[in-house]
C-alpha cells in the first residue's frame, strides 16, 4: 500500500473507531510496521496542523484518536451542545492534579497532602474516566493505587504525562505542594471541557476550600 493510501485508510479507521485506537491494532489492521505507521500518524499530524484543518490527529501514548481542533471548541460547543460545559470543581482538580503528578498513588496518600477525606472526588474521577485503579501496593492491607487514563490525555490534550507543566519544586509538602500542583496545572484547565451532570450533588463541606 502506497503513503497516500495508508494515510487515507488511517484517516478512516480512526474516524470510524471514534476513540483511541492501540498502535498494535493499528499496525495489524493496515499491514505496516510500527515505524511505518507512526511516520504516517506524523505526516497526518503534520498535514493538519499546517493546513489549520478542523480535525487534529493526537498521540496518547501507545495509541491514537481522531480529534476537533482546540481552536473551534467554541464552535462545536455552541453547535452541538445543549448545556454549558462545567469545568472540573477546584477539589477535583486538587485530585487529579496530585494523582498526575505522583501516580500511582493510593487514597491515602491524596488524603494526607489535601489535608482532607478525598473519597468522594475520587470517586467522582472515577466515574469520569479521568482515573483508573493501577493494582495494590505491597504493604499490610494492600490499599488499592490509582492512576491517570487516556481520557485525562485527551482531555487536556496532552500527547503523554511528560508533557505535563513542570512543577515549581519537588520538596514542598502539605499545602504548599498543593499549591504547586494547581499552579502547574493551571495552563491545563483552561482546556479543560468536562461537563458535570444537572443533577450532581454538592461536594461535602470538608472538601470545599
Avoid: H
Wanted: proline share 8%; net charge negative.
Amino acid at each position: 500500500m502506497e503513503i497516500k493510501e495508508l494515510e487515507s485508510a488511517l484517516e478512516g479507521v480512526l474516524f470510524a473507531a471514534g476513540e483511541p485506537v492501540p498502535v498494535e491494532r493499528l499496525c495489524l489492521g493496515l499491514e505496516v510496521d510500527r515505524p511505518t505507521l507512526d511516520a504516517v500518524a506524523q505526516r497526518l499530524m503534520d498535514k493538519y496542523s499546517y493546513d489549520r484543518r478542523g480535525i487534529r490527529l493526537l498521540r496518547l501514548d501507545t495509541s491514537y484518536q481522531l480529534c476537533s481542533a482546540p481552536e473551534f471548541a467554541d464552535y462545536i460547543r455552541k453547535t452541538l451542545e445543549g448545556r454549558k460545559p462545567a469545568r472540573l470543581s477546584q477539589p477535583a482538580l486538587e485530585v487529579l492534579s496530585i494523582v498526575a503528578y505522583y501516580q500511582p498513588v493510593t487514597r491515602a496518600y491524596v488524603d494526607q497532602v489535601r489535608g482532607v477525606d478525598s473519597s468522594y472526588t475520587m470517586g467522582l474521577l472515577l466515574e469520569r474516566e479521568l482515573i483508573e485503579e493501577a493494582g495494590r501496593l505491597a504493604v499490610p492491607g494492600r490499599p488499592v493505587q490509582f492512576k491517570t487514563t487516556k481520557n485525562f490525555l485527551r482531555s487536556f490534550g496532552l500527547s503523554s504525562l511528560e508533557e505535563l507543566p513542570e512543577l515549581p519544586s519537588q520538596s514542598q509538602e502539605g499545602s504548599q505542594m498543593t499549591l504547586a500542583l494547581e499552579a502547574s496545572l493551571q495552563r491545563l484547565r483552561e482546556a479543560e471541557t468536562l461537563e458535570e451532570p444537572s443533577d450532581q450533588p454538592p461536594e461535602p463541606p470538608a472538601e470545599g476550600t
